[in-house]
């Protein structure tokens, strides 16, 4: 039977000279915390790395990309890319989170969906990937995963703040965000939002909090409005 890390791999098509670096960036601190035989400790130290190298790989892509952008609009972007919502959001579609070693405390308290470890963990797969094998290597997962739908992604973060922008000028109105109910134990809810213009339901969408349910529903319908 293959490991998580030797799933991971295949699934990035590299094949690491040293796996046990993959196990390391996959390793939360409460998994160390409780194994104390693991060897390799937790990840935190290569995501510090991965977060440098993203950024670079990520500034020199938009910097080439958008060749008449001042600094502060490449900036803004950047953040937009880099930040944790996105990088969460960049890991669903491979179910990133599903390889991650997590503590048993954290497991019972819903850390495999909280953005902030998966998005932690992401980074140290790019300091892991980095390190065994280079820049180029960690430039190949960047643009394949994080850099291939820049406006898709840059929308999502910003999905509230485009629909009410959309809304204002041609409604003349504001979107409406209602709670629709929640699942799930107490320590890991998964909320549900209607989002509503002019007292019609436009859209829905779900989340670990409703802020983040009430940003799903922005983005379905900025997709729906951008179908028209």
């Known amino acids: 039977m293959?490991?998580?890390?030797?799933?991971?791999?295949?699934?990035f098509e590299y094949e690491f000279k040293d796996i046990s670096i993959l196990k390391r960036a996959l390793t939360h601190s409460s998994?160390?915390?409780?194994?104390?035989?693991?060897?390799?400790?937790?990840?935190?130290?290569?995501?510090?790395?991965?977060?440098?190298?993203?950024?670079?790989?990520?500034?020199?892509?938009?910097?080439?990309?958008?060749?008449?952008?001042p600094e502060g609009e490449l900036s803004k972007l950047r953040a937009s890319i880099v930040c944790?919502?996105?990088?969460?959001?960049?890991?669903?579609?491979?179910?990133?989170?599903d390889y991650i070693y997590l503590g048993k405390g954290e497991e019972n308290t819903g850390g495999r969906k909280r953005p902030s470890?998966?998005?932690?963990?992401?980074?140290?797969?790019?300091?892991?990937?980095?390190?065994?094998?280079?820049?180029?290597?960690?430039?190949?997962?960047?643009?394949k995963y994080v850099l291939d739908d820049v406006e898709s992604k840059q929308l999502y973060v910003d999905s509230k703040t485009h629909l009410q922008e959309y809304v204002q000028g041609k409604y003349h109105s504001v979107p409406r965000?209602?709670?629709?109910?929640?699942?799930?134990?107490?320590?890991?809810?998964?909320f549900f939002v209607d989002l509503y213009v002019n007292d019609i339901k436009i859209s829905?969408?779900?989340?670990?909090?409703?802020?983040?349910?009430?940003?799903?529903?922005?983005?379905?319908?900025l997709m729906l409005v951008s179908r028209e």
């Open 84 to 97: 944790e919502q996105t990088l969460d959001l960049c890991a669903k579609p491979m179910k990133f989170s």
């Open 2 to 11: 293959s490991t998580k890390e030797e799933e991971l791999s295949k699934l």
């Open 177 to 190: 965000y209602e709670h629709a109910g929640e699942s799930g134990p107490e320590h890991n809810k998964t």
């Open 204 to 221: 829905s969408g779900e989340g670990h909090n409703k802020k983040a349910a009430e940003q799903q529903a922005a983005y379905n319908a």
């Open 117 to 143: 470890i998966v998005s932690d963990a992401f980074e140290a797969v790019i300091g892991a990937l980095y390190l065994d094998g280079g820049i180029e290597v960690a430039k190949a997962f960047i643009y």
């Open 31 to 69: 998994y160390a915390n409780e194994n104390k035989d693991c060897a390799g400790g937790d990840n935190e130290r290569l995501e510090f790395l991965g977060d440098a190298v993203l950024e670079i790989v990520t500034s020199e892509f938009l910097f080439h990309k958008y060749k008449d952008k």
